[in-house]
């Protein structure tokens, strides 16, 4: 089972945030110390103490020259010729000495001018000596921007953490989320959603999580359905093969018993009902065969155009017999040359299955009546009986596979009913493309509105003759 991330994941996860930014900070304050202060600096400060080795040999030179030499005029006139360079003569007890390196180049820190950094030469002369000291402001510039500099870093770094926290927390939540919706889902909750707003990737991983789940219920209901209809659809088998198999083994173990001793008459009585239960499960496999083959997608249809008044007159003569049987009158309203585009054989089975449906569950039915009209996109077919009509309640339901309307107790097996003709009619028209609808009032009778697509007039087809 799919696990949410730990805490200790996320620690991680900020923990290694953390030590590369703080690595990254060390390799900058490195670079700033080293780079830019060492090199820089030290390449400034030794120009600097060059300088001040040529003066001090300079005002050496000239106080051996000139015995009235004065040092503060010198460095005064010396001054005049720099704008960002200042000299200075100050004694030993005046300077605070900073640093020196191997080279014996002095930093030193004059108290009495804010503690700026200059570089320092010991002079020694006749009358005094101390610190030749070279100010420079340039070099309190570098300084002052390297401090700066890492000051700033310094100061960077907590924010910087604290802004990869709280970003990395909101990537974790995020995902924490996406994977406890995965789990739900795992786990049959189907219902599940996902909440994430936004437009970055974590939105539309969401949005596409929310669509995948979505299909998913929607498959899993459908499928509950078909399992449902499924489970229905063996139960009514069964109960309708139950049934004529019963009284079929019922009958020939009452044949088979010579003690009995029955006449011709009862033999021949029985042998009927044998007979008559044994058609009826002929009927009923014959059906579910049609179901399945319709059901399965393995029906293939030989359309063509089929004119409506000879289909008509066909039809009427192979029931010919069973109408006058029956006593009911089978007429048609249809123009001249008007035809419909469909499987002949399977058009037939349809009207068939709709005749033998009126005269099996229609009280005093005098009348069948077929109408044929047509538009440029479908043809329509009316098929109205003046029957006793269908029960309101009953009306969404007839097409349902071994669904029966309780009918006048008289109606036997004879007829042959199982429940499947009407549902082998809505999947036939269902497989021409078409659509049927009923329509039913009780006392007056029942209407079947049956629609066929109509192919392209360019198209040709051979037309029955």
Not at 206 to 234: C, H, P, V, W, Y
């Amino acid at each position: 089972m799919m696990k949410i991330p730990k805490v200790q994941s996320f620690a991680r996860l900020v923990l290694g945030y953390f030590l590369l930014l703080s690595s990254m900070y060390m390799v900058l304050i490195f670079y700033v110390h080293f780079g830019i202060v060492h090199n820089i600096v030290s390449h400034n400060i030794k120009e600097k103490h060059d300088m001040l080795v040529y003066f001090k040999n300079s005002i050496i030179e000239e106080e051996q020259k000139n015995p009235q030499f004065d040092l503060n005029a010198y460095i005064t006139q010396e001054n005049r010729l720099f704008n960002r360079l200042k000299l200075d003569f100050v004694t030993r007890d005046r300077i605070e000495i900073r640093s020196a390196d191997h080279k014996k180049i002095m930093r030193v820190a004059l108290p009495d001018r804010d503690g700026r950094t200059a570089v320092a030469i010991k002079i020694n002369l006749k009358q005094t000596s101390g610190y030749l000291v070279l100010y420079s402001a340039e070099l309190n510039r570098i300084n002052a921007g390297a401090r700066n500099l890492t000051i700033f870093i310094l100061a960077t770094v907590l924010p910087s953490l604290l802004v990869g926290f709280f970003i990395f927390r909101r990537v974790y939540r995020r995902s924490s989320h996406l994977v406890g919706a995965v789990e739900r889902i795992s786990r049959g909750d189907y219902h599940t959603r996902v909440g994430l707003s936004g437009n970055d990737e974590y939105t539309l991983i969401g949005q596409a999580f929310n669509d995948m789940a979505a299909s998913i219920e929607k498959s899993t209901e459908k499928l509950k359905a078909i399992d449902e209809q499924r489970r229905k659809f063996i139960a009514d088998i069964s109960h309708e093969l139950a049934t004529p198999l019963t009284s079929i083994q019922g009958f020939v173990e009452t044949l088979q018993m010579q003690e009995l001793k029955l006449s011709i008459a009862e033999q021949q009585g029985y042998l009927k009902i044998v007979w008559e239960e044994t058609e009826r499960l002929s009927y009923l496999v014959k059906d579910l065969l049609e179901l399945a083959r319709i059901d399965a997608g393995t029906m293939t249809l030989m359309r063509d155009r089929i004119i409506c008044e000879q289909f008509l007159l066909e039809f009427a003569k192979r029931n010919s017999l069973r109408l006058k049987e029956k006593q009911v009158e089978l007429q048609w309203i249809v123009e001249p040359g008007l035809w419909i585009y469909a499987d002949y054989r399977r058009l037939e089975q349809i009207f068939q299955n709709l005749l033998d449906n009126a005269l099996k569950h229609s009280e005093q039915l005098h009348q069948v009546t077929v109408t044929f009209s047509e538009t440029p996109e479908y043809s329509r077919v009316s098929f109205t009986d003046d029957g006793s009509g269908i029960p309101s309640q009953h009306l969404e339901r007839v097409f349902d596979s071994f669904y029966k309307v309780v009918k006048r107790p008289e109606q036997s097996s004879s007829f042959n009913s199982n429940g499947l003709g009407l549902s082998i009619v809505k999947r036939l028209v269902e497989l021409h493309g078409g659509t049927i609808q009923v329509e039913s009032q009780l006392g007056v009778g029942t209407t079947f509105v049956l629609i066929f697509p109509k192919t392209n007039p360019e198209d040709h087809f051979a037309e029955r003759n």
